[in-house]
């Protein structure tokens, strides 16, 4: 039985969780900071990494706890090395390194994307390569194709907002606090998809890559023009169904482009199967419309958990353990990368 510590502290969350080869997950423990990032609607990046100091700790202490082991029963440490935050990342790789030097165990660097896309192994223990990889979060939108393990082609890629960057400024224009994306399914639920025609962005050279800016300045129009046409004299809060149905719309949208765009490559590259990973892949609207049109065409799509698609620390545990067996060896000169490549 061989035991990986992992820890995950990229962004906003303090993660850190106990895996059992390479698969079973033996704890996961995820400390959020939502509280103290939602005052501002958005990451305060000071604020992140002073809190992830607070917790780091603590959060690990829970994690051996939950286990039911000790740092003597670990076989090695994985950690996220980028991208991410510079602040918050040196946080998780500092306590790593002080981990490994004091108990003299191997530790091992992850790409941040990659442990996204490793929950999906972790999901289902059957998943093969090749297969094409979408992940969604706040801070990325990436499509690739994955021939085989850890290799990774980039088919396209946002060239501006992330998709879940689109949610959480769109929910915060509608006063629906942060984060957005949980906020904005919940409001669309109650509304309808085809109340307003947003535009889905479409590049002329067939070009993979994602647009999601001017869906949002879209939306900065609607809700201009909807609290014009509720009283011209100001700027009143939209009415409870106009926000469903705003919310309903725009989701819509985003779906809309993100599914054509893995689709496509699916198709382009015959693959078989679709990985989808990353906080906005928990939306239920994203995975029932994508699953439709896959499955109609024989393709197979595996998305985690939600609690596996946010940030987390056994998907960094998982992404190490492959590295590890590989051979693969970080020196004490591992660093944090903000903007680390994952191809
Ligand atoms: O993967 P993640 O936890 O952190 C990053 O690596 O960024 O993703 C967080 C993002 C946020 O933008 C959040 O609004 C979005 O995922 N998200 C969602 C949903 N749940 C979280 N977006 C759409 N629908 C959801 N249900
Ligand atoms: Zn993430």
Redesign the pocket.
Known sequence: MTLVLGIET????TAAAVLEDGRRIRSNVVASQVEVHAPYGGIVPELASRRHLEVIHPVLDRALADAGVGLEDLAALAVTVGP?LVGSLLVGVSVAKAIAFARRLPLVGVN?LEG?IAAAFLESPTLTHPFAAL??????THLCHVPAECEYRLLGRTRDD????A??KV?KLLGLG????????REARGGDPRAIPFPRAVFSDGSLDFSFSGLKTAVVHCLRDLGRAAAPSGAPPLGPQQVRDVCASF?QA?VDMLVERVMRAARDHALGVIVV??????????RQALKAEAEAEGIQVVVPS?AL????AAMIAAAGAVRLRRGERAGWDLNAVASLPLC
């Open positions: 990229s962004c906003d969350e991410g941040h996204h992940v969604v979060s706040g801070g990325h992330a998709a879940g960057e949610f959480d929910a942060y984060p957005g994306g949980p906020a904005i399914e989701q985003a990973a990353g906080g906005v892949a928990c939306n239920g609207a994203l939600p698609c946010t940030d987390n």
